[in-house]
């Protein structure tokens, strides 16, 4: 028989967690499913600097183990499981969890987030778990004393370099444009670091290494008159090119983006189906940080309390 609940929150990061605060605390006895990565995206991030509260930082993991504490002290039954399909064709909306079980939810708050996006080599795949790696703060560690090249050249990838910075001996930053997009006070701390070079204007064109990787072969201004070939010795490479939402179950019902960001009315977490809301980075293509993923995880609860009331549900 399918379990019926009042609220579903799918997903467990900063937007997950505050939507399950204030959830349970306004009586709606949430049921929260994890999904595949417990904490989130922030569990992969070495230190937050950013989220007011903390003067002197906090890590990701510690910072997501609290709010999950602070969820389950108001009641949050939080469940291990992913959400593998859906149907919001009417309510109560159902939710296959695992591909097995179905709940039924009176309200939903989808929170499922973004994953990181990868090159598409084949040797990516190729070298999965052999010096392939879309997170430093995972893996950074096996690399002490090493050199390895990080990709991208936005905010993540200019804190990955860093990370990895203090464990590798080298770190090559893989730049396609001849500059980089990340914030200023990012740039500064990867162009001050005398352990990173970065390579400008360089694409990846595949890895090299007998089953674990030693090398990469780039290409230099692609296209250009002067276009070169260049191999680096590497030890590991890491992937920090940006991230896609994870929102391909609920598409057949709610209305994305062309990246696939749930449309959400705009100032609100009202997705198009009444009664399912959308917070965090699967509706957020611009911002993107925990604090405002929070932020909308908190509006998406009080929408659903105040759906609830309005439904006598
Ligand atoms: P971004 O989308 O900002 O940057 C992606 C980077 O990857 C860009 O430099 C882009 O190049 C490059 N890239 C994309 N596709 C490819 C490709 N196929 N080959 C080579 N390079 C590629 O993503 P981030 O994950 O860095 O950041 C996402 C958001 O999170 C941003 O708003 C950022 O500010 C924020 N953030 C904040 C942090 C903090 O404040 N501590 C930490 C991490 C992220 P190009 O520039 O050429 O498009």
């Known amino acids: 028989m399918n379990e019926k609940v009042r609220c579903l929150i799918i997903g467990s990061g900063p937007a997950g967690y505050t ?21 989130g995206q922030l569990t992969t991030t070495n ?5 007011p509260g903390y003067p002197s930082g906090i890590t990701g993991t510690e910072m997501m183990e609290d709010l999950r504490k602070q ?6 039954d939080i469940r291990f499981g992913m959400a593998t399909a859906t149907d919001l064709s009417s309510a109560p909306y159902k939710v296959t969890i695992d591909g097995e079980k179905i709940i039924e939810a009176d309200a ?15 040797d990516e795949q190729k070298y999965a778990g052999s010096g392939v790696s879309a997170c430093a703060t995972c893996d950074g560690f096996f690399y002490r004393k090493m050199t390895v090249a990080v990709v991208g050249g936005g905010d993540t990838a200019c804190e990955e370099a860093t990370y990895l910075a203090g464990l590798a001996s080298k770190v090559y930053l893989i730049v396609r444009k001849p500059f980089l997009r990340a914030s200023k006070i990012m740039q500064e701390r990867v162009l ?48 920090a090119i940006g991230h896609t ?25 009202r997705t198009n189906v009444p009664g399912v809301f959308a917070s965090g980075d699967v509706t957020d293509p611009h911002y993107k940080q925990a604090i405002t993923a929070a932020g909308t995880g908190c509006q998406a609860a009080i929408e659903a309390e105040r759906y609830l009331s309005e439904k006598g549900l």
């Not at 009586?27 to 904490?39: A, C, D, I, K, R």
């Open 245 to 269: 939402p994870n929102s391909d179950i609920f598409k057949p019902w709610l209305e994305t983006d062309e990246i696939g960001y749930i449309k959400t009315i705009p100032g609100t977490p």
């Open 19 to 39: 939507a399950a605060i204030y959830a349970s605390r306004a009586n709606l006895s949430p049921v929260l499913y994890e999904g595949m990565q417990p904490g």
């Open 108 to 122: 939903i708050i989808i929170s499922t987030g973004a994953t990181a996006k990868y090159l598409g080599l084949p």
């Open 71 to 76: 969820a389950e002290r108001f009641g949050t």
């Open 192 to 239: 001050g670091n005398p352990k990173i070079e970065v390579l400008f204007e360089h694409e990846t064109l595949g890895l090299t290494g007998d089953k674990v990787v030693q090398g990469a072969n780039l290409v230099k201004r692609r296209g250009q008159s002067d276009e070169a070939q260049v191999h680096i010795d590497i030890d590991g490479f890491f992937l």
């Open 47 to 51: 230190e937050v600097e950013n989220f």
